[in-house]
């Protein structure tokens, strides 16, 4: 089993449309969690991070940690077609080392 | 937040030939890394390039396979060594910028590598 599971998708979306991405992990020592987007061709770039449990908002992004479930999200509100991008969710625990996700391929579409 | 570029952007390979790829920083930087990015596949930490010092490779690397240096805190470079199909991949330099990785980390573009 990986530490980290995330549905590769491709998931497709209308433009305004209500994004919920998502990944599951095992290890219960993970306390910090991030969310990367990708651009085609491009390296990862930070979003969000969020440490422990709880909810977290910027602009239009907001990232939910449950760690009783070992569940995270990350919700886009009105999306784009400028969203259009894989997303990478990530963790790390004590050492410091991050744990990625395959990452789910997101297309919005005008 | 830093930024990064990596050299080359794209190299096409013969099998048994290495290359090395270059990580410039355009700042001081208190750490420095190498991931693998398979298709399909989580990217995936190679090693953290230290500083004066050898570096610290994962699980399933080796230093014989993915020799390191870091001869500054602004440039660190990664060869891969006798080339398979199998080291297709993007070749990817993360910094960080504080004590604290896990929300200080930056990424730089890559180098997408295909061996033939």
């Known amino acids: 089993q990986k530490e980290v599971e995330q549905d590769p998708g491709p998931l497709s979306v209308p433009e305004g449309a209500i994004v919920s991405l998502n990944c599951t992990y095992s290890n219960s020592a993970f306390q910090y969690f991030m969310w990367y987007r990708q651009y085609s061709r491009k390296g990862p770039e930070l979003l969000m991070y969020t440490y422990s449990s709880g909810n977290k908002e910027d602009g239009r992004f907001t990232a939910q940690v449950d760690k009783s479930s070992k569940y995270i999200s990350l919700f886009i509100r009105d999306s784009q077609p400028s969203d259009s991008a894989t997303y990478l969710c990530?963790?790390?625990?004590?050492?410091?080392?991050?744990?990625f996700g395959t990452g789910t391929r997101l297309q919005v579409f005008p | 937040s830093a930024v990064i570029s990596q050299k080359p952007s794209r190299d096409i390979c013969q099998r048994g030939t290495s290359l090395t790829i270059q990580c410039q920083v355009d700042s001081q930087v208190t750490m420095m890394f190498w991931y693998r990015q398979q298709p399909g596949q989580s990217l995936t930490l190679i090693a953290t390039?230290?500083?004066?010092?050898?570096?610290?490779?994962e699980s399933g690397f080796v230093i014989d396979k993915f020799p390191i240096s870091r001869p500054n805190l602004t440039f660190s470079t990664l060869t891969v060594s006798n080339m398979s199909p199998e080291d297709s991949s993007i070749y990817l330099c993360?910094?960080?910028?504080?004590?604290?990785?896990?929300?200080?980390?930056?990424f730089g573009p890559g180098t997408r590598l295909t061996v033939l």
């Open positions: 993360s910094v960080a910028t504080s004590g604290r990785w896990a929300d200080t980390q930056y």
């Open positions: 390039a230290n500083q004066g010092s050898e570096a610290t490779y």
């Open positions: 990530a963790m790390s625990g004590d050492t410091d080392k991050l744990i």
